[in-house]
Each structure stands twice: as C-alpha cells, then as structure tokens.
C-alpha cells in the first residue's frame, strides 16, 4: 500500500469512528436536534416549541404537548456539540387553576415556567428569598418561563389582572421560613 492510498484509508476510518462516537454519545451538532432526540428517547411529544431562551452552556425549550407542559434543558457539549439534559416531560396542565407550573433547580440554575389559563391574567411574579421579585409581563402564547442564577429560592408566584388585582397567588409547599 502507498503513501496515499493509507492516507485515504486512514481518512475514512477516521471519519468513521467519529461518526460513530457522535451517534452513540447522544452528541448533536443542532440543539434542536437534541432536544427532539430527547422527547423521542422518553416517547413523549413531539412537543410545539414555543419559547428557546439561552443561558450560559446551554438552552431551554418551552414547549408544549397535548395536555402537558414542559421546559426541557439542552446542554453545550465538547465545545460545538449538544447533549440534551433533563426536564423533559414536564407537568400536565390542570385547568381548574387560574396557572398551572412547576419548578426546579439544577447546579445553580434555577426556573419557574408554566401556562395561564385565566385569560384574565396580565402580569406574573415570582417571591424568591432575600426579597428578590422577578417579573413577566409578556407571555409565550399563554407559557411563561422566568430563570435565575442566584441562591435565592423560589417562595411565591402571584398574577394580576389589568387592573392590578390578584387574580392567582401560591406559596411553594417547599419553602419553609
């Protein structure tokens, strides 16, 4: 075998193994491609994306499926990759409420998201400790996501109407003062 034919060779063994590598390490070239593998993996969606947010090292999907909600987490993998992280199902929507969510926390980010269902509401905080308040005003069809990187913990949620009144408010069964 020459020079070039053990090039050529070593090309397409190369090319190979790392194909190889990359579909069996659940690594993605596209975010959205991982996230979709993610719901396929669970079979659960294929959920309507409608809210991508950016954080750094990774992606949220908001998104929605039949009668489930979910905020699925996308991560940056080996510098150009993704590899989808967790989330992914969600909750299922409970209609009696004026809002339905959920919560969590992973390393130090953390994330309120859910659905309104009282067209009614206009406006939505988020209590955290240490007297941190965050606000949305302007929702994903009828999702809301709020994100933070803090040590604070989520304590309440309250909606309002146009008005300013209270239309919804709950405090978090796991924080305890």
Known sequence: MNRK????????????????????SNLYLDPLAAHKASERSIHYGPSEVLHIESFPGGKYYLGKYEQWISCNTVNRALGIFWRFGSQVTGIEVNEE???????????????????????????LE????????????????????????????????????????????????????
């Open 5 to 24: 034919q053990k090039i050529i060779r070593n090309t397409v063994l190369l090319m190979a193994f790392s194909f190889l590598f990359i579909t069996t």
């Open 126 to 177: 988020i209590y955290l400790t240490e007297g941190i308040v965050l606000t949305q005003e302007k929702f994903y069809g009828d999702m809301f996501l709020l994100t933070w990187e803090s040590e604070g913990e989520f304590q309440k949620i309250v909606s309002y109407d146009r008005l300013g009144a209270v239309v919804f408010e709950e405090e978090s069964i796991e924080y305890r003062p």
């Open 97 to 123: 409420k004026p809002i339905s969510y959920t919560w969590s926390s992973s390393d130090n980010r953390k994330k309120v998201y859910g659905i309104v269902n009282d067209k009614s509401i206009d406006r």
